[in-house]
């Protein structure tokens, strides 16, 4: 275990379609998590921003951006990028600086505003950049390749259409309690059934969609949460941002063929499994121990995938799961009991913070309707284009 550091405060701006600036989103998500935390902006040390690609340069620099906007104050600033992974790596880097001895407080902020519609590839004739090469050559949006993943499952494992809507039922479900969450109605398998067919054999109520959200963070050293009055805070006990090992023998986003495993035989574990496995090492715990996960629902199919990637049921075991009822609220451990993507779309930079700030409140008891019943142990799982692991185990 290399230590821990403290949540000592969690906001969000709402998930939804707003037209507004990302900075706009940010600064609201960034004061809430201030008050939460009960820390004067001036007296953070350090600011952490993960950056988005659609707001013009200033997404390129978010750390700056959300701190000028906050006031400029003179604290420390860093700005990363990672994908759908760049929430955590802005996590990490903020716990890095907190465990060198570099910062007390840090402020770690996302926050996208994205466009309707699937995302594109950014602008530019780039040939060498496989994910450019897919939309021009293929015409491989993202729904293509979760539409892969689900026939994937589908001959491998014999999961159903009907496990797939499962999946969005449950999350509507505890979508529904959440105040921050972009959809909040139930969802029945029979509306699932009856959306427009996206990617089969994916409809349109199994892919999450493009949102604009922010999600803020107040970490600190446990040393400073004890003197600011916080005797037992939710901590970070792990951080893994680890890349795939060669060869990959299964399709991931955005490339468009595997690796050859004729000379090298393949590892037992896939990419996703990995990125769990050394958050478990780090953290001295393992999938039996956990309370509750927030995994990358991108679509209903891969949500059961990540239930065995996590290690809660063994391979093609996550329908048989879903069916006992284990991951939905009030069950042996509940997998995204915020609600997931299915109810919030994707904010990208914002979306790996926004897991922690549902860990975050569940590890406090103030999760109200979606509470998760004596949770200790929690972790998210995602992962970012071109290889960024990323999952965090926090405590109490």
Known sequence: MTGEVAVLGAGMHQWGKWGRSFVEYGTVAARAALGDAGIDWPDVQ???????????????????????????????????????????????????????GMADVVLVVGADAAPKGFFAPAGGDRPDDPDWLRFRVLGATNPAYFALYARRRMAVHGDTAKDFAQVKVKNAAAGALNRNARYRAPVTAEQVAASAVVADPLRLLDICATSDGAAAL??????????????????IRAVSTVT???????????????????????AGESFRA????????????????????????????????????????????????????ATALGGRIPVNPSGGLASFGEAVPAQAIAQVCELTWQLRGTAGQRQVAGARVGITANQGLFGHGSAVVAVR
């Open 46 to 100: 350090s600011v952490v921003g993960a950056d988005t690609v659609r707001g013009g340069y200033p997404g390129y620099v978010a750390g700056a951006a959300f701190a000028r906007a906050l006031g400029w104050q003179g604290a420390r600033v860093a700005s990363v990028y990672a994908a759908c992974a760049s929430g955590a790596q802005a996590i990490n880097t903020a716990r890095a600086q907190i465990l060198a």
């Open 218 to 235: 107040v970490l600190s050293s446990m040393d400073f949460a004890r003197r600011h009055g916080a005797a037992d805070p939710v901590r």
């Open 244 to 266: 795939p090992t060669y060869p990959k023998a299964v399709l991931d986003l955005p490339d468009i063929a595997t690796d050859s495993a004729v000379a090298v035989e393949p």
């Open 274 to 325: 990995s990125i769990a496995r050394a958050a478990y090492e780090e953290a001295g715990v393992g999938p039996e121990d956990l309370s509750l996960a927030e995994v990358y629902d991108l679509s209903t199919a891969l949500e059961l995938e990540w239930y065995e990637d996590i290690g809660l049921c063994g391979a093609g075991e996550g329908a048989k799961l879903l069916r006992e009822g």
